[in-house]
Nanobody, 122 residues
Framework: QVMLVESGGGLVQAGDSLRLSCAAP????????MGWFRQAPGKEREFVAR????????VYADSVEGRFTISRDNVKNTVYLQMNSLKPEDTAVYFC???????????????WGQGTQVTVSS
């Protein structure tokens, strides 16, 4: 079973920064689109950002554009989400996921991590 392992979540204040990491097996990481999604209590899971397997292309949700940066290290088989200027509405469980195609729809992502909690206090 493919395992994605996230880390880096925590409790921060509004305006602070956090960096999430997600390690994936090399067998999929090298050719899969990697994405970040989040789910707040009582809400549906939503797309945050994705990055093409080459690292050349990225897409962000409007709500995080300009504040979050997704990147990947294809040597370390790790994808990152740098989150700056955090807001209370960013509070959610953040999941990394891997998809064999270039897509922002969670239904296209075959592999998921267990999630990491990010809490932003006002």
């Amino acid at each position: 079973q493919v395992m994605l392992v996230e880390s880096g979540g925590g409790l921060v204040q509004a305006g602070d920064s956090l960096r999430l990491s997600c390690a994936a097996p090399g067998s999929i990481f090298s050719s899969y689109t990697m994405g970040w999604f989040r789910q707040a209590p009582g809400k549906e899971r939503e797309f945050v950002a994705r990055i093409f397997w080459t690292g050349d292309s990225t897409v962000y949700a409007d709500s995080v554009e300009g504040r979050f940066t997704i990147s990947r290290d294809n040597v370390k088989n790790t994808v990152y989400l740098q989150m700056n200027s955090l807001k209370p509405e960013d509070t959610a469980v953040y999941f990394c996921a891997a998809a064999p195609i270039w897509s922002g729809s969670y239904s296209h992502y075959d592999y998921w991590g267990q999630g990491t909690q990010v809490t932003v206090s006002s």
